[in-house]
């Protein structure tokens, strides 16, 4: 699938269920890429289904960049316990226990690296968390270079934060 092609697709708007508001809405009517999307693990409603994904490792960390970005987060406070301690977190969210087990797994994998699973109030969702050491790890190779596509404001808070304490990506 071309660029162009992608575009056309994008071009589409659609108001909100939710609050009504006019939204941008992608559609993608190629049936190779559905299929392809079915081959590697994404399947409709996947919401809480979707599990293990075959991505080849040389593709995963830019994979993870993705979820980072869209069902992820940053964040990073003083911790009122302890003085002088900051903390902060790298969070992959998501509500299919599955898939957060299996992303814990590949990262430990890759990265020796083990995070750890918590649940948001009700458990709706789970939450794979990385703190401070391992979360430098993470990031550095999720953005090994100034030039991978990113969603640049959460870039930028992660890079305000290690400068912050002294370190860079």
Same mark, same amino acid.
């Not at 940053?74 to 302890?82: E, G, T």
């Not at 991978?148 to 808070?157: E, G, N, Q, T, W």
């Given at each position: 699938?071309?660029?162009? +092609?992608?575009?056309? #697709? &994008? ?6 269920? $939710? ?14 890429? $559905? *299929? ?5 693990? &994404? ?18 960390? @830019? ?5 980072? @970005? ?18 902060? $977190? ?6 299919? +226990?599955?898939?957060?087990?299996? /992303? *814990?797994?590949?990262? #430990? *994998? /890759?990265?020796? &690296? ?13 939450? /794979?968390? $990385?703190?401070?050491? +391992? ?7 999720? #953005? ?11 870039? !930028?808070?992660? +890079? ?6 002294? !370190?860079?990506?």
């Amino acid at each position: 699938m071309t660029i162009q +092609e992608v575009t056309t #697709y &994008i071009d589409q708007l659609k108001k909100s269920g $939710y609050n009504n508001k006019t939204v941008t809405r992608i559609q993608f009517g190629d049936v190779k890429f $559905y *299929q392809f999307l079915v081959r590697i693990g &994404i399947t409709s409603a996947k919401t809480k289904t979707i599990a293990k994904l075959k991505i080849p490792n040389k593709h995963f960390f @830019d994979f993870l960049r993705g979820h980072l @970005d869209g069902d992820g987060s940053f964040y990073s406070y003083w911790d009122p316990r302890w003085k002088s301690s900051f903390m902060f $977190y790298t969070v992959f969210i998501s509500a299919s +226990e599955k898939h957060i087990q299996w /992303l *814990q797994n590949k990262i #430990y *994998q /890759l990265l020796k &690296i083990k995070g750890h699973i918590t649940t948001s109030k009700g458990d709706t969702t789970y939450h /794979l968390k $990385y703190a401070k050491r +391992e979360s430098v790890k993470l990031l550095k190779k999720i #953005y090994y270079s100034k030039k991978v596509v990113c969603l640049s404001r959460k870039r !930028l808070k992660i +890079e305000k934060v290690l400068a912050s304490i002294g !370190l860079s990506l």
